[in-house]
């Protein structure tokens, strides 16, 4: 009889499972057909940010401070100053929380910040924190922090727990912001330069921007606990405070295609002299395969820097390859970094515009995660970012057409398995 029940219950995982493929697979093919059919507008244009709103959710805004910082070292210790100066709301959002002593830190801040009567707010997704300590979520919440789960696990509702928040976000009393890549996890912190250090990027924002990355917080709040959070308080009115016009990010997958998908097309379709992606899961759907190509058709220079050895997530390295004779063929380089495990997700267009968030060039971001990026129109943080690639591609193997050639025949069968089921990776 338990053999039987045993049966049963892997016979409803399959099908779970399947299904869930399916309709994954079935959200991303809607989100395929015209997205990358935009009009070429120079990203060093003032058009291109005037209008670059329409696609990402929220207008371009002028005269924000922003500034940039490469991996846990540097990235850290600016978060962990802006909790502490708090003087009233402290809204976190992440994707990965775990134990380490990078979360306990985190956890001790997020704590004083509430007893010194800071209101603060922390959303953790229920799948990618799941390894946080219970010790550390009962310590937040007795100093009196707000925490929540967003979408918990429901066996009658896998398609919805199957779309996750991936958003990284930190808002200080409204007027100060972080997004990019890391999580609250070990691995996060040190240089970068080594495998136990991962390497990544993240911004910090000041000025008018930051409405829209409390915007995009408030948002999944509200979905998870039903409380609206709004007023002055929340979003105060915010002074000009530097030269960089920012435009905010902000996908929920729900509709055709996502702001995610429709923003990183956009930039593709903008760049007129050279295109440089940094991105931890590189898994182009066959339409942004074309971008790309076509973008080096009409003499723009396409470089990716993709996670190499120490990928974190074997199957989505193999899945990526799957794309890499097509988009050698049309002339893109490929290089993967030898370091450690790369996963910033950035795009430089031409020296002038930036994107740095939370943002994957794959299925699960354009499709199915709450994704939050910034896109910047600033010389300084172009030419910062491109000093960051510049390291990372001296740090980097090219690929070759050669290197292809030499996967078995076995391999090619497991990556274009792996591709098929990109959705779930």
Known sequence: MLLIWVVIGLLLLGALVFISVTQSVNAEAGRQDDVVSVPTIASQSDEFMRTF?????????????????????????????????????????????????????FASAFADAAKRGVEVRLILDRHGSKKIPESLLQRMKAAGCKVCWFRRAQWYDWEKYNRRTHRRLLVIDGTIGFTGGVGIADEWDGAGDNPLHWRDSHVRVRGPAVAALQSAFVDNWNEATGELVLGARYFPELKRVGDTTVSIVQSNPANATSAAQRSVAAIIAAATRSLYITNAYFVPTPPFVKALRDAHSRGVEVKVVVAGP????????????????????????????????????????????????????????????AECGAVMLDDDIARATTAAFDHDLANSRRVTSADLDELTFFSRVVDAAAYWVRSQL
Not at 89 to 102: L, N, R
Not at 317 to 336: M, P
């Open 53 to 105: 709103g329409s696609v990402s959710g929220h207008a371009a805004q002028q005269s924000n401070g922003v500034e940039l910082y490469q991996n846990g070292a540097e990235i850290f210790p600016p978060m962990l100053e802006a909790i502490a100066d708090a003087h009233d709301s402290v809204h976190f959002s992440t994707y990965v929380y775990e134990a380490g002593h990078v979360p306990d830190v």
């Open 310 to 369: 120490y990928h974190n997530k074997p199957a989505v390295r193999r899945a990526s390859r799957h794309t890499w004779a097509d988009l050698l063929a049309g002339a893109v380089e490929i290089h993967e970094h030898q370091l450690t495990m790369v996963h910033a997700k950035v795009i430089v267009a031409d020296g002038s515009v930036t994107c740095v968030g939370s943002i994957n060039f794959d299925p699960r971001s354009f499709a199915l995660n």
